[in-house]
């Protein structure tokens, strides 16, 4: 059986219903009873009817029989209503068929607009990969990081030392929307409110008593996941551009 029917033109891809009907286990002409109705739905629905063809059967001679030509659209609304281990099975085939359709230019303008378009499909997905690289090194950083972490913690997982994170969080060098926190008159550290809207950190206080028995409170600063990600990410960016630098 030879189920994938390609067009003169070799881009209209076909599975023929008898393929279909040996991957769902059952009788052709059970899958073709289901076509029919299939063609009716489309019918009343405007759609064009699937396909129809003959084969020849090494068992009945020269006599011909009735098959269709599904295109893949065709074909998921046929099975659709089947089994779930049907469906899988009809996706896989697919992909095996998509994989064996082969477009071997016949002329040189042919080859020549191929070439093109095979670049500029490495293009745009190299242009791809370079966008979301940095964001999937920034969640790689944190698969262990399950929950808020406070700052000695963070600074292990973004991969500096405790001070340098610190005053990298505080840097009065940049804009006070690119810090994360500040030190208050008594040096305790705080978040910045906006951090704390944004979701990259939490920040409660906390009470307790001094060394010279007065009730004393303090901030907690703690970085959520997504916070850490974030930082991730930016401190990849600032180390590519001192690199380049």
């Known amino acids: 059986?030879?189920?994938?029917?390609?067009?003169?033109?070799?881009?209209?891809?076909?599975?023929?219903?008898?393929?279909?009907?040996?991957?769902?286990?059952?009788?052709?002409?059970?899958?073709?009873?289901?076509?029919?109705?299939?063609?009716?739905?489309?019918?009343?629905?405007?759609?064009?009817?699937?396909?129809?063809?003959?084969?020849?059967?090494?068992?009945?001679?020269?006599?011909?029989?009735?098959?269709?030509?599904?295109?893949?659209e065709q074909c998921l609304d046929l099975i659709t209503g089947y089994r779930a281990d049907v469906r899988i099975r009809i996706n896989r085939r697919w992909q095996e068929l998509e994989g064996q359709q082969l477009q071997v230019p016949q002329t040189l303008p042919e080859a020549l607009r191929l070439a093109a378009d095979l670049a500029e499909q490495n293009a745009q997905q190299q242009a791809r990969l370079a966008e979301v690289e940095p964001k999937a090194q920034a969640l790689d950083t944190i698969t262990h990081a399950k929950g808020?972490?406070?700052?000695?913690?963070?600074?292990?997982?973004?991969?500096?030392?405790?001070?340098?994170?610190?005053?990298?969080?505080?840097?009065?060098?940049?804009?006070?929307?690119?810090r994360f926190m500040y030190r208050d008159q008594s040096g305790a550290l705080y978040a910045y409110q906006h951090r704390i809207s944004q979701g990259f950190m939490t920040q409660k206080i906390s009470s307790f008593v001094g060394g010279d028995g007065r009730d004393r409170i303090a901030p907690k600063v703690r970085f959520t996941p997504a916070g850490i990600a974030h930082i991730a990410k930016l401190l990849k960016k600032q180390t590519q551009v001192e690199g380049v630098a």
């Open 1 to 72: 059986m030879n189920p994938l029917i390609m067009q003169p033109n070799n881009k209209a891809m076909r599975m023929t219903s008898r393929e279909i009907a040996d991957l769902c286990e059952k009788r052709h002409d059970h899958v073709c009873r289901d076509i029919d109705n299939l063609n009716q739905t489309y019918l009343s629905m405007g759609f064009p009817k699937v396909g129809e063809g003959y084969y020849t059967h090494p068992n009945t001679g020269n006599q011909q029989h009735r098959q269709f030509l599904l295109t893949y």
């Open 148 to 178: 808020q972490m406070g700052i000695r913690e963070t600074a292990k997982i973004v991969g500096i030392g405790q001070n340098e994170f610190v005053a990298w969080c505080i840097d009065d060098k940049k804009p006070k929307t690119s």
